[in-house]
């Protein structure tokens, strides 16, 4: 008797080839038998899942991958902020091997990451108008409006020369998380010399990271 083994891993899809945003990948792995004897002990293994979930297609003999039969698993991978954070392909690979055809036989399934590290910067001024020296105090926001963490922020002060954190930092420390707003805070001392001068105190706040060099600005103004 010419025995033919042949299992062919026929297709690994994923639902999502593209993903800007951590969550779930689900994977659709099938296994078709397409040689001519029965298969037993099949093992399947995922990459980044560990192990898959048969869901269909054993229906003849159990845990027997029969002649012309098609198994269909599932799989799942909870894609996380270090991944996106990363960039890379998320390169997931299924791999089955049974007594008959150890292999391995293996198939995988690509979803690409799109980074858009992006940040808004607001900056305003408790007196807007002032007649006499004084001094002024600035509010600084600033706020990951990507979906990237954001390493190595730096946010100077025109005037004031730098300004200092007041909150927002709350979990990574030093890292401007996606989502997360800083509230910096500024002050300058307007002199008797600014009101002779009487220009408008243009006080500018400018933030740079690795990720979004800019720099960003924003003015606030206090007029004379």
Known sequence: IDETVIIKLQ????DKESTIVPGILTYTITVVNTGNI???NVVLTDDLAGAATLQSGDNADPNVLNVGETWVYQATYNVTQE???AGDDIVNTATVVTTEYPGPTSDSAVSTISQS???TINKIV?????NSPGLLTYSIT????GNVNLTNVVLSDDLAGSATLQSGDVADSGVLN??????YQATYTATQSDIDAGTALVN??????????????DNATTTI
């Open 38 to 40: 029965n298969l037993t």
């Open 142 to 145: 600033v706020k990951n409006t």
């Open 178 to 183: 996606v989502g997360e707003t800083w509230v």
């Open 11 to 14: 297709n690994k899809i994923v």
């Open 126 to 130: 408790d007196k807007t108008n002032i």
């Open 83 to 85: 991944d996106i954070d």
């Open 117 to 119: 590290p992006n940040l």
């Open 204 to 217: 500018t706040a400018s933030v740079v990271t690795t990720e979004v060099p800019g720099p960003t600005i």
